[in-house]
């Protein structure tokens, strides 16, 4: 197996979630990452703790799945599901639900949580869970953990995982090395058409010189 760096990136980067309000009032997940040797997250458990500190302060902690459930999925891949905050909050509202990211220790915690769900612990670049959903999505920032210059084959295989007229969801910090066009251009090259681009995941419209975006990107349907 190639050397690759996990989702996230656990054990080699510091990383740090916060909340803050992004335009139109909405919030947004902004996470700082300095690659160091020591990690602020050793566990689950640590990781966790900073968004039910978030919860007991009186902030939203689960807009990504509220946007989701806006294109009311039966279905739904988390994909670089971490500690599984966004997938266990799914699942609770009904919806099929399948986790995967490819740090041990995170996915590890998730199956503490819910044991009752599917967790898979592989790349997402290369991963193939054997179905197709309504809805894949990369919450959490995804994008920008990924192993360099693999975003492209990122997108391209959560792509092959959507269910014709299903839905593509991520939002992520943008970047110079990898912002907008760079996304827009990888998802239609995997055959996507982007159908919405929010600047939270609570939906404040985004404009041009946003620093973080929540795109959605649509499959087409078979004919």
């Not at 919450?139 to 995982?161: L, W």
Request: hydrophobic residues 45%; charged residues 25%.
């Amino acid at each position: 197996m190639p050397n690759r760096r996990p989702i996230r990136a656990r054990g080699t980067a510091e990383i740090h979630v916060e909340l803050r309000a992004g335009r139109d009032g909405g919030t947004v997940a902004v996470v700082a990452s300095r690659w160091q040797s020591d990690d602020r997250f050793a566990s689950g458990e640590e990781y966790d703790s900073t968004w039910r500190a978030l919860a007991a302060e009186g902030k939203s902690i689960h807009g990504e799945a509220d946007l989701v459930c806006r294109y009311e999925p039966r279905s739904v891949l988390d994909a670089g599901c971490g500690t599984g905050r966004v997938a266990i909050e799914l699942a609770a509202r009904g919806i099929d639900v399948v986790g995967v990211d490819l740090d041990p220790a995170m996915i590890g915690h998730a199956r503490v949580k819910a044991s009752d769900l599917i967790w898979i612990e592989d790349d997402l670049a290369t991963v193939d869970v054997g179905r197709r959903f309504d809805v894949v999505v990369m919450a959490g920032t995804v994008m920008i953990f990924v192993e360099p210059q693999t975003e492209s084959a990122v997108v391209a295989n959560m792509a092959r995982h959507v269910e014709p007229g299903g839905h593509l969801i991520a939002g992520f910090q943008l970047s110079r090395s990898f912002g907008i066009v760079a996304y827009d251009a990888a998802a239609a090259e995997a055959g996507l058409e982007r159908v919405a681009r929010f600047s939270t995941w609570e939906g404040a419209a985004w404009a041009s010189g946003d620093t973080y975006a929540v795109s959605v990107h649509r499959s087409p349907v078979e004919q």
